[in-house]
């Protein structure tokens, strides 16, 4: 089917049987008018001037009983509306079907500071996902350059009865829509705390742009705005304790929950048993039919007797009755050690099944060297050095650059930019080894799955 | 000496140049009669309020359309709106309908009742570009006008919504080829 020439055939102009019941009757016709007149007139004037225009006159006679709500377009009139909504403007399909479902709560709240006016226009929060949707317009003359989301600085406090920040991760994506308007939307994801209690349906976010562009703000783009989860989003939520335990290559695993939202669907684990095994753990999941593999995330705090471990993954339909929990070992181990640079040299420290040794460090004007070494670390995986970082004092990070030394040695030089070596600082270095699995895996188990529930 | 028009009687015109069209557009987008009939109302309510601020008669088109999307988004983030499917009976398409259709002016018009049924299902951004374009006739120009985005967004799309239309289509099964052989 040659899909263009059906739709250049699907014309209003050419519709035949099609929304035949929908026309724009007279009636339709005489109530815009009313309203139209009485809006301008008043009521008491309203008879005589109907009287005066032909054929609506006659209509509006016939017609009797219409009523109408002047307030009925919601909760957005008035002309200091945007009127464009920012999540309509960055066009991300994910964002399309929140909007689609009703899951998105209007705002049309602006603040202009130097000219610029920056409007909140959409927020949507599903109890682990929140977007926040700006509008920012130009002044027509405007000579600035461009806005970009690396200068959009969101200074977002999202308070739970006025104390609680949950959110943790924050990303600003931004559209540019012509040279006087843009789209922009702050992405905030709950992250990292393993402990995520539901949050109540309304709460206070508190946001403040402090520099869009090249531009300072002066406090003026600042919000206080309340917001109460829409009923369409609130019906995905879903918390319950499933009473599952599986036994797993001398690992208990145990299910203490599972989370449920429009976004994501996350299922709180408790792991016992070896810590090395421990370490190792990871899922693949598929859904309950078994048919599907999908990719799941992992977040996991250890200690010596118990692992904690936030399996999630998005969520694909509400009405998903169970998944299937496949449990599998990396086949490599990492293993990270942290050295304070100091005057000595050499400094040595444990790492993996080896050392780590720091021999030289270069503090040039144009760069700083760290010529280091890996002793007697077995099953290292070759190229395989995960990270080497350079941390200063007050916190800032600095990712080094690996030159190896010589070929066939376990030496290296790490090439950073030019630091002041009065400062305090430590270099960071992970490695990744080899794991033999076959020394840790029991056959019988290898294809274990665990089904978990996701409804209760 | 030229007679100037009221604005009642340039909404009278309006409406009777665009009223059908608005409440055709607006249907598509909401998928309800009574609700595309109110919005269709704050449509030319809206308009009527803006005439004397509005001076270039050539761009009475557009001006409406982006009027009626505003409207329809407003709509769409209210605490009111529903998902709520079409409430307009499109022809179910019976064995014995289809017997019956032997005219080509006939078939031409069942394709576009399958046609409406399955736009419907699309999502509004793509709906939206799908009946603009085509249904309503606007270029690509226009229709990045009302939208406020580049004419690039608008091409890319319909380009996607096409695309999107199609797997529908596959998905339904839908062969007006057949039929029309």
């Known amino acids: 089917m040659d899909l263009e020439k059906e739709l250049k055939e699907y014309r209003y102009e050419k519709q035949g049987k099609i929304l035949r019941e929908l026309d724009f009757t007279q009636g339709l016709k005489v109530s815009i008018y009313q309203r139209a007149v009485q809006q301008k007139k008043g009521r008491r004037q309203m008879a005589m001037i109907a009287k005066t225009v032909s054929g609506i006159a006659v209509a509006v006679a016939l017609t009797t009983g219409v009523t109408y709500n002047s307030d009925s377009t919601g909760g957005l009139n008035g002309s200091s509306v945007e009127s464009v909504f920012a999540f309509e403007l960055y066009d991300d399909d994910k964002i399309d079907k929140y909007v689609e479902q009703g899951m998105t709560v209007p705002y049309a709240e602006s603040r202009t500071d130097q000219g610029v006016t920056v409007t909140v226009t959409d927020i949507y929060y599903d109890g682990e996902e929140m977007f926040i949707g700006y509008v920012i317009r130009l002044p027509e003359n405007w000579k600035g350059s461009e806005i970009v989301s690396k200068k959009w600085n969101p200074n977002t406090n999202i308070t739970i009865n006025d104390d609680t920040s949950v959110f943790r991760s924050v990303r600003v994506d931004m559209k540019k829509v012509n040279d006087n308007l843009y789209a922009a939307v702050e992405k905030h994801r709950r992250e990292g705390p393993l402990v995520k209690e539901p949050l109540p349906d309304s709460f206070k976010i508190k946001l403040e742009a402090t520099e869009i562009g090249n531009i300072k703000g002066t406090g003026k783009w600042k919000w206080e705005l309340p917001f109460t989860m829409p009923k369409e989003a609130q019906e995905y939520l879903q918390t319950f304790e499933p009473n599952v335990k599986a036994a797993w290559n001398d690992l208990s695993i145990q299910v203490d929950k599972v989370l449920k939202n429009a976004s994501t669907t996350s299922v709180f684990l408790t792991v016992e048993g070896p810590k090395e095994k421990r370490e190792l753990l990871q899922f693949n999941a598929s859904s309950e039919n078994s048919t599907e593999a999908f990719q799941v995330k992992t977040e996991r705090r250890h200690d010596e007797t118990s692992s904690k471990i936030e399996v999630w993954w998005d969520t694909r339909h509400k009405e998903e009755r169970a998944l299937l929990l496949k449990p599998y070992f990396f086949d490599f181990a990492r293993d990270s050690v942290d050295l304070e640079l100091e005057n000595k040299y050499p400094i040595e420290k444990p790492l993996a099944d080896g050392s780590a040794v720091i021999n030289k460090v270069e503090y040039l004007a144009e760069k700083t060297l760290v010529h280091y070494e890996l002793k007697q670390i077995t099953n290292y995986l070759d190229h395989n050095i995960y990270s080497n970082e350079l941390r200063h004092e007050e916190g800032s990070q600095l990712k080094g650059k690996i030159v190896p030394s010589n070929k066939n040695s376990m030496q290296f030089t790490a090439e950073f930019p030019a630091i002041d070596p009065k400062q305090k600082s430590s270099f960071d270095l992970s490695v990744n080894t080899k794991v033999d699995l076959s020394k840790i895996e029991k056959k019988e188990d290898k294809n274990k799955t665990i089904s978990i529930p996701l409804h209760p | ?181």
Do not use: C
């Open chain 2, 1 to 181: 000496m030229e007679l100037h028009k009221t604005n009642e009687a340039k909404l009278e015109w309006l409406m009777d140049e665009y009223g059908r069209r608005m409440l055709h557009l607006i249907f598509f987008l909401v998928k309800n009669k009574e609700v595309a009939e109110d919005l269709t109302q704050e449509v030319f309510l809206k308009a009527y309020r803006s005439l004397d601020s509005f001076r270039n008669e050539s761009t009475h088109k557009t001006w409406l359309y982006r009027i009626a999307i505003n409207e329809v988004k407003k709509y769409q983030r209210s605490w009111n709106y529903r998902k709520i499917f079409a409430s307009i009976k499109i022809i179910e398409l019976s064995d014995q309908h289809r017997q019956d259709s032997v005219e080509p002016q006939v078939i031409n018009e069942m394709d576009k009742e399958e046609m409406t049924r399955i736009i419907m299902k699309l999502p509004l951004n793509y709906r939206q570009v799908i009946i603009l374009h085509y249904y309503q006739e606007l270029s690509v120009e226009e229709i990045a006008g009302i939208l406020e985005t580049s004419q690039g967004a608008i091409h890319n799309k319909l380009y996607r919504a096409r695309n999107k239309l199609r797997a529908l289509l596959d998905r339904e099964e839908v062969v007006w080829t057949l039929r029309r052989n």
